[in-house]
């Protein structure tokens, strides 16, 4: 079962459904808190900054039918704080270092005069 499913039937002008498609794709750039505007209500959604996408078109029975879908999760990610991120970067495997290594002299660039 669905959380929340809304759906809208109608028959749309050219410039009508464009319009609907601009008001969409104002609210995919802006991200965050959107309100979108379908007629019969409004609808908020919250657009994070990564989606899934799909783009469907079929031709037969003298129709052509175009679908684009875009999918989110509905929680939102958490980000690491920064503290957490560097000491992951600090737990990171070091290169073993070979006991032929450990003997050999450090070459040391010359003082200049």
């Known amino acids: 079962m669905k959380d929340l499913k809304f759906e809208q039937k109608r028959s749309l002008s050219r410039v009508e459904a464009a319009d609907q498609l601009t008001a969409l794709a104002d609210a995919l750039r802006e991200g965050g808190e959107a309100e979108l505007d379908f007629g019969s209500g409004t609808l908020s959604l919250r657009i994070p900054d990564d989606l899934h996408s799909e783009v469907e078109i079929e031709i037969g ?9 875009f999918r989110w999760p509905t929680a939102r990610k958490r980000a690491a704080p920064p503290a957490q991120e560097a000491a992951a970067r600090k737990t990171a495997p070091a290169k073993p270092v070979r006991a032929a290594d450990r003997t ?7 003082a200049k005069k």
């Open 61 to 69: 029975n003298n129709e052509i039918e175009l679908e684009i879908e």
């Open 104 to 110: 050999k002299p450090v070459k040391r660039p010359a």
